[in-house]
């Protein structure tokens, strides 16, 4: 069993090595997905941070935290969000990282990482093939690893959302979190139950992909023979020891969602709110 070593003191720590860094993102009121739900539903902007993704704030959290033993650089595995947060920290810290990510990679993601100054190695059908790559490469060069969510500079870092939400939404009694690994949701409830412990957290899984369903349903970590979702980021086919001891001690519960569930949530997103109008405008597309 793993000890669970992340404080709310290191998430508020997190906060301030993060400012000037990674943007606090809005908190969007979703009319037509409140009406729906019969209650008030507010969408957490995360796709609208500098590299696209909350992982930015995990990946810049461990470097500058950890910048005296890097040397040697950094070495980490992605699906393509953390790989593009590693990529961002490092060019920011001045040192040399190498992202693994797997074959199927949107090229898109791999792209975006290559222009943050980092080397990019496809290897491996899914996450779990490229981590075990990226460990061969660690081993080899004395790099330091920076896992996407089984470490807790990471996950303090992640729990800085948690502290957002509060101060945006006070009155908050329900969030739901997508789990991948579980370094979000860990970070997040960890920090908002510190605060708030009356607020409901409830983690989202893809139902292809449940490794932390199935590891809390089993009561230990229970590697998953595949992982095949278009929700590429949570394809995940093992959860972390740290993030399984969190998210058994903090989050209330978890639900899956099939692929054509999460299909219809994209398009009903991009339909009924205004995000993918911010998304086109922070890329240049609308003038």
């Not at 993601?109 to 080397?119: D, F, I, L, W």
């Not at 409830?202 to 998953?224: K, N, T």
Request: with cysteine.
């Amino acid at each position: 069993m793993a000890d669970i070593n992340v404080t709310l003191e290191q998430i508020y720590e997190a906060r301030e090595r993060l400012r000037g860094i990674v943007k606090h993102t809005s908190l969007e009121h979703a009319e037509g997905f409140s009406q729906m739900a019969g209650c008030e539903v507010f969408l957490k902007l995360e796709n609208m941070q500098k590299t696209g993704s909350f992982k930015l704030r995990g990946a810049y959290n461990k470097i500058a935290a950890s910048e005296k033993d890097l040397v040697r650089g950094v070495v980490a595995a992605s699906a393509g969000n953390h790989a593009q947060g590693v990529a961002y920290a490092s060019s920011k810290a001045g040192i040399q990282a190498t992202i693994v990510m797997p074959e199927g990679a949107p090229i898109t993601k791999v792209e975006a990482t290559r222009s943050y100054g980092a080397k990019v190695v496809l290897a491996g059908q899914d996450y779990d093939q490229a981590f075990a790559e990226a460990q061969k490469i660690q081993q080899e060069t004395g790099a330091v690893f920076v896992h996407a969510f089984n470490d807790p500079l990471v996950i303090a870092g992640q729990g800085t959302v948690g502290l957002e939400l509060l101060e945006d939404l006070p009155d908050l009694d329900t969030v739901l979190v997508p789990i991948g690994g579980g370094g979000l949701i860990s970070g997040l409830a960890c920090a908002i139950k510190a605060l708030k412990p009356e607020v409901r957290i409830i983690g989202v899984e893809a139902s292809d992909a449940p490794c932390m369903l199935e590891a809390c349903r089993l009561g230990q970590i229970h590697e998953l023979k595949s992982a095949q979702t278009i929700a590429d980021g949570i394809a995940v086919r093992k959860a972390g020891e740290l993030t399984f001891e969190m998210t058994r001690r903090y989050v209330d519960d978890i639900v899956t969602v099939d692929d054509e569930e999460i299909a219809w949530a994209i398009i009903t997103i991009l339909e009924r709110s205004n995000s993918l109008l911010k998304v086109l405008e922070q890329w240049g597309l609308l003038h």
